[in-house]
């Protein structure tokens, strides 16, 4: 069966990004001229999901309004003749259906994806973490949709990431298969990097079967004292099986300044209109750091 809903939890501080954050939601902060979230919500409708399902605080209406359609500002760049700028502003309104779930208590990932159950009903579904952003020719979530499709368990994406990096992630156990979808023995949340079983991180990408909410109701916090969405899948291991998905493409973390500066970097240098003048200005900063800028 299709996926045709995806999970998108956006509560939280964001405090990281502070002071931005008290104006403007963290996931709503651009990745050089696009909000973080417009990536997983693009990639979710290029793999043929219909509908997100926004898990929002307080004050974050900045994330549902962007996907809203603005048939004032499309009447005002039609009569301007800026035909690319309108067919941008016309895609974004209409990248999928958007339904808003509040969260109002922020007790961990895994309560975060429970307050879905009712929106997402008695089917599969797909959750993103809007912090990891990817691009790939390929969306990534349609890949897992497949695996999913094909193994009949939950998929999750999975990469190799540096020792520094495992005591911060979920960390899967592939009993040392290599390949694109190996089946995961073990998982374990944000692990000291002694009893990590490897170095294969859980990113922000998920194809669950709703069994998962009636687990998530009765998961006891674990790290951190949250309730843990990897605690949860864990308990489906045997049944009906959970698979990683070694995505392809370029992945960056946005949940950190430092990630969200090279991504946007990342983005710029991309862009056929500026690239060049960024890397000139970056190779300049490189030789002269004082005086370039100025
Ligand atoms: C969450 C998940 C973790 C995963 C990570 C990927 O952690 O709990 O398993 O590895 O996202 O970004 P968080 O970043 O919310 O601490």
Same mark, same amino acid.
């Given at each position: 069966?299709?996926? %045709?809903?995806?999970?998108?939890?956006?509560?939280?501080?964001?405090?990281?990004?502070?002071?931005?954050?008290?104006?403007?939601?963290?996931?709503?902060?651009?990745?050089?001229? /696009?909000?973080?979230?417009?990536?997983?919500?693009?990639?979710?409708?290029?793999?043929?999901?219909?509908?997100?399902?926004?898990?929002?605080?307080?004050?974050?209406?900045?994330?549902?309004?962007?996907?809203?359609?603005?048939?004032?500002?499309?009447?005002?760049?039609?009569?301007?003749?800026?035909?690319?700028?309108?067919? /941008?502003?016309?895609?974004?309104?209409?990248?999928?259906?958007?339904?808003?779930?509040? !969260?109002?208590? *922020?007790?961990?990932?895994?309560?975060?994806?429970?307050?879905?159950?009712?929106?997402? =009903?008695?089917?599969?579904?797909?959750?993103?973490?809007?912090?990891?952003?990817?691009?790939?020719?390929?969306?990534?979530? =349609?890949?897992?949709?497949? $695996?999913? *499709?094909?193994?009949? =368990?939950?998929?999750? &994406?999975?990469?190799?990431? $540096?020792?520094? $990096?495992?005591?911060?992630?979920?960390?899967?156990?592939?009993?040392?298969?290599?390949?694109?979808?190996?089946?995961?023995?073990?998982?374990?949340?944000?692990?000291?990097?002694?009893?990590?079983?490897?170095?294969?991180?859980?990113?922000?990408?998920?194809?669950?079967?709703?069994?998962?909410?009636?687990?998530?109701?009765?998961?006891?916090?674990?790290?951190?004292?949250?309730? !843990?969405?990897?605690?949860?899948? &864990?308990?489906?291991?045997?049944?009906?099986?959970?698979?990683?998905?070694?995505?392809?493409?370029?992945?960056?973390?946005?949940?950190?300044? +430092?990630? /969200?500066?090279?991504?946007?970097?990342? $983005?710029?240098?991309?862009?056929?209109?500026?690239?060049?003048? +960024?890397?000139?200005?970056?190779?300049?900063? %490189?030789?002269?750091?004082?005086?370039?800028?100025?």
């Amino acid at each position: 069966m299709t996926v %045709r809903k995806a999970v998108i939890p956006v509560a939280g501080f964001g405090t990281r990004f502070l002071p931005a954050t008290l104006s403007v939601p963290k996931n709503a902060l651009p990745v050089f001229d /696009m909000p973080s979230i417009h990536f997983c919500v693009e990639e979710a409708a290029r793999a043929g999901i219909e509908e997100i399902v926004f898990i929002v605080s307080k004050n974050q209406e900045a994330i549902p309004r962007y996907f809203e359609a603005l048939p004032e500002l499309e009447r005002a760049l039609e009569a301007r003749g800026s035909v690319s700028t309108l067919d /941008m502003v016309r895609r974004i309104g209409s990248l999928a259906k958007i339904t808003c779930v509040a !969260q109002t208590e *922020q007790k961990g990932l895994g309560h975060a994806v429970l307050m879905a159950r009712d929106a997402v =009903g008695d089917e599969a579904f797909a959750v993103f973490l809007p912090d990891d952003v990817i691009w790939s020719e390929r969306p990534t979530i =349609g890949g897992m949709i497949e $695996a999913h *499709q094909r193994t009949g =368990g939950f998929a999750v &994406a999975v990469k190799e990431v $540096a020792d520094e $990096a495992v005591p911060n992630l979920g960390i899967v156990d592939v009993g040392g298969e290599s390949g694109r979808s190996p089946r995961i023995v073990g998982m374990v949340e944000k692990p000291s990097l002694e009893d990590a079983p490897s170095n294969l991180a859980i990113i922000g990408r998920y194809v669950l079967g709703a069994e998962i909410f009636e687990t998530l109701e009765n998961v006891e916090p674990g790290a951190l004292g949250e309730v !843990q969405l990897t605690d949860g899948i &864990a308990a489906h291991l045997e049944r009906p099986g959970v698979f990683g998905y070694r995505f392809e493409g370029e992945h960056h973390d946005v949940g950190t300044p +430092l990630g /969200m500066l090279k991504a946007s970097i990342a $983005a710029a240098l991309k862009r056929d209109d500026l690239g060049d003048d +960024l890397r000139a200005w970056m190779d300049g900063l %490189r030789t002269a750091p004082r005086a370039a800028g100025f």
